[in-house]
């Protein structure tokens, strides 16, 4: 994303249809977690692994 600032506004875009939506925190960042795995993307997946852990304390 950080070559292809259309990717990255796309992906800012999502990110704000997600948290306006009626999923918990936690449950946000469990379809991230999946989306990660589903588009085999480690460092997506280390990033929003972590991101879940600071949302369940």
């Known amino acids: 994303m950080a070559n292809s600032p259309v990717a990255y506004e796309a992906y ?6 997600i948290a ?9 960042d469990i379809v991230r977690i999946t989306v990660s795995q589903y588009n085999q993307c480690d460092s997506c997946l280390a990033a929003h692994t972590g991101g879940l852990f600071s949302a369940c304390g």
Do not use: A, I, T, Y
């Open 20 to 28: 306006g939506g009626r999923f918990s925190p936690v449950e946000q």
């Open 12 to 17: 800012l875009k999502l990110d704000e249809l």
